[in-house]
Every structure is written in C-alpha cells, then in structure tokens.
C-alpha cells in the first residue's frame, strides 16, 4: 500500500508557492499570557464556585459529595436515573475509594473490542474519573487507556463523571499546557484526549437546543 | 456535492432567497441571538482582541511554516501506525478514500460533518462504489435525507427547514410518526443513527486542526457523533484541508476557544477531542487509521494576495453578523461555502466563470472583518477580487464605461465644476415635484425603492456657497 | 486653528445644507476655514466597485487638493476611512505613498475632529425632539470612530436619544452596492427602517450622508414621518442661529 506516496511532490509545492527551499527547522511564536491576572490569585474554592455556575449553563448537575459518602451519592444518581446497566472505566481510584456497584460492567481491555462496545451501548449509566477538571469551562478531561475506552464516554445515555476538588484548574490552557509538556518529553498520552463539557446537545432544528443527540442525555459531576 | 452547489444565475439565486420568508426570519433570528451569544462568550476571555491578535499570529504562523508542520504531522501519525496521504486534487483523495473503503470491503460508512469531504465529492464517490454512506450530523442527516439538500451555513447546515418540514422528511423517508418538536425529531435521529454507528465499518471525518508535534487529529462538537464516528468503526478516516494544521495542542487551544466562541457563543463545546489511531492495549477507536491532507488550490491562494483566507478556522462568525446572508442566505451563495468567507475563497477554489458576482455581493460595511477570530481582512479581499475581476475584464460593457465616465469625473475639479452646473437642469427632465422618477439604468434600483432628491442648482452647491463667502471676506 | 473643509460630493451636490452647518459649528469653535477649490471625490465609488487605476486619479488629486492644509474635515466617515486607505493603496509609489501618510494623518471626521482634535463635547447646540442615531459602518469599522458622536449628542439640550436596535447592521447603502445589488440593498434599508420606526423617534441623525440619502429615501417612499438630519445639522441647532432645519430627501 502507498503511504505518503505524493508527499514530497506536496510539501515543495508548498515551499515553491511560499518562495523559498523546505524549512527543516521552525520556530514556534511564544504565546503570550492571555488570562486575566485577577485568575491568579484564585483559590480551589473558587474554582468549585466557577464550575459550578458554568455547569448550570451547560446543563450538568454538580453534586458536592465527599469520599466517605461517595458510594452513596453514586449509587442515589444510578437510581435517580431510573436504575439499569452501569458501566465504569477500570480506574484504580474505584477500588481506592472502595466503590463497588453489583452488576455492573467494567471497561477491560481483555474483554476485547465488540464486548466492550456492546457493554457500553447496554449501560443506562457510565461512570468515570476525570483526569483533571476545567472551572471555566465546565469541562472533565479524560484520556483513553486499555482500562477505559474511547466510546464510554459517549454510549450510555447518562454520563457521571468523579471530579477530585484538587485537580480542578483554572482552564483549557493549564491543561493543553500539561499534555503538551508530557507530548515534548515524549511520555505516552492516551491516543484520545478528550475534553467534555456536560451531555451532548443540538441547535440544529431552528436554532432550539436539544439536549442529548448522539451522547450522553444527561452529564453529572460528583466533586471529592 | 461539490463546491458547487446551484448552478443557477446569482440573481435567480438571490430571488430566491429574498422570496423565502421562513428562511429569512430563521437567519434573522439566529443571527440576532448568536451575536449576543458571541459577545458575551467573548467578554469573559479578558482581552478579546488580545485573543484575536494570537489567533491571528498562530494562524500565520503555521501558513508561513506549512511545509515543515505538515511532515511533521506525518511522521507524528505514521510512527502511530497511522497512513497519511496527500491529495493533490479533489479527485486523488475521493479515490484514496474510496480505494482504503473498497480494500477495507465496508459498505457501512458513517460520516461525521465535514466541509472538505464536500469540496472533494467525496459522498458520490463513495455512494457509485457501492456504500451506504450516512450523515451523522443532525443537521446534515436531515439534509441527506431530504434528497441531499445542500447546507446553508457553516456551523448550522440546516438552518433554512423549519420544524415541520424535517418533521415531513422524516415521515416520508424514516417512517416517523412523531410530532414536530426538535426534542422528539432529535430522538428519533439518535435512534436510527444509534445502530448506524455500531454497523460502520468505516468512519470518516473532517478535522478542526491537526497536531503537528502529536501526530493526531483535534475535532470540535456538539452532538457527540464525530467521536462515536472515531471510535466505533475499526477504520477511521480523517480528511483536512491542508492550511487546518497547528504547532501544539497549546496552539490548538487559543484557536479552540476562538471557535467555540465565535461559533456559537460557547466557552467549550461539549466535546473536544484530540485523536488519532488507536494505541496498544486500547480496545476501541480505529486500528486503522487514515488521514487525508487535500490541497485542491489552496496552494495557490497560499503565498498569493489572497493567503490570509487561508487563516480561516470555518467558524461561521462572519455569517452571523453579514448583513446580505441575512437576507438571502446561504443557498444564494451558490457554494458549500457562504456568506463573506464564502464570498471569498469559494472564487479562489471555483474560479471567476461561476462565482464571478459573489464578490459583489457585499456592502464592504465591514462586520465580517471586524468580527473574525483570526482577523482576515474579509472586505479588503473582496475588493481585491474585484479588481482581479475588472482587470480580467469580466465586468460587464456599460460597467465598466460608467466607472471609467465616474473616474473621470472625480478626478477632475473642472469636469467636476462643469457636471455641477449640468446635473440640476439635467435631472430636471426626469424630475417630478423635485424627485427623480426616471433616470440612467445605474440608478433604476435606487429609484425604484426610495425618493431621491434633485441635486442642488449650482449657485446653490457648497462650493458655490464657500466661494461667495470667501469673496464677501476678501472684498 | 486652521480647518480646510472637505466637503464629499454628496454634500457638495445633494445636501449643501450639510456642509454650510459644519462651516458653522467649526467656526463658532473657533476655526479658521478654507476650501480648496480642486477637491473633488474620495476616490471610493470605483475603488470599491473595483476600479484601482481610475480611482488612483481620484486619490491623487485629493492629496493635491489638501497638501498645504493642516487639518482636513469631513461630514463622513466614510470619505475619510477612504483618506485613511491610501497609505496601504499607494504603498511603496515613492512619488505618493508620503503624500498619502501625510493626508491620513491630518484627516478627520466631523465629530472626531470636535471631540479628539478640538477637545469639545458640549458645542452649546439645543434641540427639541426625539431621536435615534444610525452609526454607519465605515465610521465606526473602519475609521474605528464609534463614540464621538454619541459624546457629543449627549450634549445636545432638549434632545432624547432612543436606542437603535440592530444599530450594528448595514442600511444596504454601500455606495455601488446599493445600484448594483438593488434587490438586496432594499429589503436591508427596509429592514433598517422598520428598526428606526420602532424606536418611535421622529428624527434619524447619522454622520454620513450615503446612509441618510439611502434610509431617507425609503422612509419618504414609505411616507414615514421620520425627519432626517446630519449630526452637523444637529449641533447647529443653535438659539443664536436661525433654524435650517433638517435636509430633505
């Protein structure tokens, strides 16, 4: 099969349009700090505070729980969305915070692909914790891992996903700031970074929103 | 579909649009609350225009560098297992594709939205091979299933259907026996798809940005099917224009938030999702993954006057403040791409023989310009396509005597003192009551809409008033 | 100080009303005017409609008109936006592009000279009434000029502003726009006049008089009762002056 067959005859048309030979090494323009300074001085329980509100624009319940009770406020919103088929990632923090949920699958990468999927498609709820939290943008950070695949975070119809209070930052940037640090000390990253801000959702009918298209119906974040 | 999409006269197009009251009243109101909703999503930023000025410097920066991000890129995606393939034409990366399908023996294709699989043909290509090949965009599977309805704006391909007529479309073509709310025709969409997505065997997207340093594909929605098109499917297949390419995911994320926002008012869409093949030990997303970089003539808008079109991150901002899509809409356009930013590269991909008018179609007042993430001069290029076009001599005979008649006229104070004394007496003769009724061809339009007043005697002009003062002074 | 008018051939032509008021108001702020007489357009109506090489002529004789003066004034955004082009037009033409910078640089809207340049918000103008002011789209996007004439209606005895809604949207004037694309031109400016309507002013002020002849001209045709005025006419409302009352359409 041919692979970057045309690339060469590509790339120099590019140079030749730009009037100049290939460039084999660049320079990137340094990014000036473009957030407010009065983020600076802001305290984690600010960040909550800023979620929170961002949250009610996006259409996410955030529930402030704590890991003593964290089992139960799991286990009251898998009732609340009408019981059913739950579907966790296989993180190590479930065990950690001793959360069990009879029943219910767990994202593995022995079980392979179609068993996966078809696990995922036939959960009512998917839980999971987010790798990092965005205040301003109400956004989970999640990155897939054999232990927790790209598409359960889009199947079940109700998305929970476990924020721990410390690892909520300002915004997108301190994240993209982190992954890309890890990207230039060539340290793996999940070959799905995904950034998700509440359920999924639709204008696309005379500009009225739906809420829950083709993901989630309904997201909910339990903060620890 | 192609780039073309009506190949009707602009002026047929724009009556049509004119003629189309729900359409207009659907754009009229979007545009009024996506203006508010930009705005405000803007403020909290801090210093808007500071964005703007980075926006603007990544984008140039990586089209000044576009060579060198490009095979990074590949070599990023292929030390992945990835493929990468780069299309020189629209016809090279439609068969690409088709071939890795063919190969592949899929005939499920699922399709997350993506304006350059529509330059590039790609859905007719693949329909002759033989594939059921869907739309997973609400707004684009509504329009596939009203027979291929072309899109009308940017971000919201369906814009111009109100409720009832998908609720028909759905009926008639699906079977659906719901009502006309956008909740329950949403749902309905979500159950059919549903099952699309499980049976792809290839699922084929388009491509916010690449990442260069990372090998992998950034894509930004709402609906959440362009990441169920990358992760189901064993094959999925990425095309991007090749200008759609960033540095760094930390660039990526100045230029994300531009998006959202000047989109549609949001912080962050709900999803944003940097991707690319599937890693060892992960038991979803593509084991095979292709991604195609198409040129299809941007390489000769790249380094030409016109480069900084080549900027554009296909927001749509530029439709939602234009004050002539507002009134004819994106059909009129002619071309996937509307409104001012379609008014500009679609005759840089199309060429002047179909698209020679959408230049014209502006009133040069400027929105678009000023409410560009990325700040490309928008108006100024429209001008500089009419040059292009005069210079071509493609406007018309009497145009272009007019212009030369005018330019000579404002140019020369004596002409100019001479065509004062005549302009009264002359517009007399096609005066009634001190309002011109008739008139040269030029001003047939401007008559037939609004009084116009008769131009002042000349003892009565300003500079006759100037110059009888400045004699009182003097004597 | 001292003023050399430029006066737009709309003005000079159409509505010298607009021009004499200017004339009035600058000299009652204390300026010395003049008016040179080999003025004669901008340059826009072809450079817009594509024209380079003729509008050049057009550029090169304003630059000539106004080369000795110290300050060039106008009724019009758009005229001077056009002024504040030709550096970028005449870019590298060693025998233009200084003559450009320096026409630029002295170049100033009407209400942008009175606020920036003279310092004055307060003109002492009264007039009774309510009104809504039209911001056209090269003053405020391309001159970048959006405040000075809100600052100085403000001032304005006796005068209520309305708020315009969807003040931000073109009247469908744009010069050869409005002749070339009439259709369109007109469902913008109808759509404009129902928003002026709503606000039940009875004047419109804009400080650019292609918008007003534009949005006048339909409001006549529609026989709306809306009096239009140049923001010069405005603040020439004067006690000690004799009421010229608004320009008609």
């Known amino acids: 099969m041919t692979v970057s067959s045309n690339k060469e005859a590509f790339l120099n048309t590019i140079a030749s349009k730009l009037g100049r030979e290939r460039k084999t090494h660049v320079q990137r323009p340094v990014i000036q700090d473009l957030i407010p300074d009065s983020y600076g001085q802001l305290t984690n329980d600010d960040l909550v505070e800023i979620l929170k509100e961002q949250c ?13 009770i964290l089992q139960r406020t799991l286990d009251d919103l898998i009732e609340a969305n009408g019981g059913g088929i739950v579907m966790t990632s296989g993180d190590s923090r479930f065990e950690g915070y001793g959360l069990a949920f009879p029943e219910a699958f767990v994202w593995e990468e022995a079980a392979g692909r179609e068993a996966n999927i078809k696990r995922a498609e036939s959960a009512n709820t998917a839980i999971i914790f987010a790798d990092c939290a965005l205040a301003e943008s109400g956004t989970v950070v999640v990155e897939s891992r054999p232990d927790q695949g790209r598409s359960l975070h889009f199947l079940p119809a109700h998305y929970i996903a476990v924020i721990e209070r410390q690892r909520l930052v300002l915004r997108s940037t301190q994240a993209a700031a982190a992954f890309n640090r890890r990207i230039q000390a060539g340290e793996p990253v999940g070959s799905s970074i995904n950034f998700i801000s ?10 009225k929103l739906v809420v829950g298209v083709h993901g989630p119906l309904r997201a909910t974040y339990v903060l620890i | 579909m192609s780039l073309q999409t009506d190949k009707r006269d602009f002026s047929e197009r724009t009556l049509d649009g004119l003629g189309d009251s729900f359409m207009r009243n659907a754009v009229g109101s979007a545009q009024d609350s996506l203006k508010t909703r930009r705005l405000s999503a803007a403020t909290t930023l801090g210093d808007w225009e500071q964005w703007r000025n980075v926006g603007q410097l990544i984008r ?57 699989t529509e330059e590039i043909e790609l859905n007719r290509v693949l329909i002759e091979a033989g594939c059921e090949l869907i739309e997973t965009d609400l707004g684009e599977y509504i329009l596939q299933m009203d027979d291929w309805d072309p899109p009308s704006h940017i971000v919201a391909p369906a814009l111009h259907k109100d409720r009832r007529q998908i609720q028909r479309v759905f009926s008639e073509k699906l079977g659906y026996t719901g009502d006309e709310t956008p909740e329950n025709l949403a749902g309905f969409a979500r159950t059919v798809l549903r099952q699309k997505f499980l049976e792809a065997e290839v699922g084929i997207t388009g491509c916010n940005f690449a990442i260069a340093n990372l090998g992998a594909i950034n894509l930004v929605t709402n609906e959440g099917n362009g990441d169920l098109t990358a992760a189901i499917p064993k094959t999925h297949i990425a095309v991007m224009g090749m200008e759609r390419i960033v540095p760094t995911l930390e660039e990526m994320e100045v230029l994300d938030n531009l998006l959202c926002r000047s989109a ?13 093949p599937s890693a060892a030990g992960e038991t979803d997303g593509p084991e095979e993954f292709h991604l195609v970089v198409v040129d299809n003539g941007r390489s000769d808008i790249l380094g030409s006057e016109f480069n900084e079109a080549l900027q554009c991150i296909r927001c749509g901002a530029c439709l939602n403040v234009c004050p002539i899509y507002r009134h004819i809409g994106g059909h009129a356009y002619g071309s996937i791409y ?5 008014a500009v590269i679609t005759p840089l991909l199309g060429g002047y023989d179909d698209y020679k008018e959408l230049p014209f179609a502006s009133s040069l007042c400027g929105a678009c310009t000023d409410v560009c993430p990325v700040k490309i001069p928008l108006h100024e290029q429209l001008i500089m396509h009419r040059q292009n076009i005069v210079q071509q001599r493609r406007t018309g005979a009497g145009d272009r005597l007019q212009m030369k008649a005018a330019s000579r006229l404002l140019s020369s104070p004596a002409l100019f003192g001479r065509s004062l004394r005549f302009a009264h007496s002359a517009s007399r003769l096609m005066s009634k009551r001190g309002r011109i009724v008739r008139g040269p061809a030029l001003i047939h339009g401007w008559i037939h809409a609004r009084d116009l007043k008769q131009p002042v005697k000349q003892q009565d002009s300003f500079r006759a008033w100037m110059e009888k003062r400045k004699g009182g002074a003097e004597q | 100080m001292k003023v050399s008018i430029f006066s737009t051939c709309l003005v000079d032509l159409m509505t010298p009303d607009v021009g004499i008021a200017m004339v009035e108001v600058l000299e009652r702020l204390g300026c010395e005017i003049d008016f040179p007489a080999s003025q004669v357009c901008c340059g826009q109506p072809t450079y817009n409609s594509g024209y380079l090489k003729d509008s050049k002529l057009a550029m090169q004789n304003m630059m000539l008109a106004f080369e000795h003066s110290d300050y060039v004034v106008g009724p019009s955004g758009s005229c001077i936006a056009m002024f ?28 942008q000279f009175i606020v920036k340049v003279l310092g004055v918000t307060d003109v002492g103008a009264s007039l009774e009434g309510t009104a809504t002011y039209h911001r056209s789209c ?15 209606l403000e001032q304005v005895k006796g005068l209520q502003l309305e708020p315009l809604k969807n003040s931000d ?62 923001i010069a006419e405005v603040l020439n409302q004067h006690q000690s002056v004799v009421s010229r009352g608004g320009s008609r359409t």
């Open chain 1, 56 to 68: 009610f624009f996006i259409h996410t319940q955030v529930i402030e729980s704590n890991p003593e």
């Open chain 1, 198 to 207: 509440g359920p999924s959702n639709s204008a696309d009918i005379e500009m």
């Open chain 2, 60 to 116: 140039q920066h990586t089209l000044q560098n576009l060579d060198y991000y490009l095979e990074q890129l590949a070599d990023n995606v292929e030390k992945q297992g990835g493929h990468v393939y780069f299309a020189a034409t629209k016809e090279e990366a439609s068969s690409y594709i088709r071939d890795v399908v063919v190969r592949k023996q899929a005939t499920k294709v699922v399709k997350s939205k993506s304006m350059v």
């Open chain 2, 264 to 276: 549609v008012g949001q912080k962050l869409t709900s999803y944003i999702t940097v991707m690319g």
């Open chain 2, 338 to 342: 509307p409104g001012p930013i379609g």
């Open chain 3, 84 to 111: 504040h082009e030709y550096p970028k037009i005449f870019k590298g033409d060693p025998q233009w592009e200084l003559k450009a910078v320096a026409l630029k640089e002295k170049s100033y809207e009407f209400t």
């Open chain 3, 138 to 152: 090269h003053m405020t996007r391309l001159l970048g000029e959006k405040e000075t004439p809100y600052q100085l």
């Open chain 3, 169 to 230: 949207n073109c009247c469908g004037f744009g010069g050869t726009f409005s002749v070339k694309m009439p259709e369109i031109s007109e469902q913008m400016v109808d759509e404009k006049c129902g928003c002026i309507k709503d606000t039940g002013a009875d004047i419109l002020i804009s400080a650019d008089m292609g918008c007003l002849l534009n949005i006048g001209g339909r409001l006549s045709r529609k026989g709306e009762p809306v009096r239009i005025m140049h």
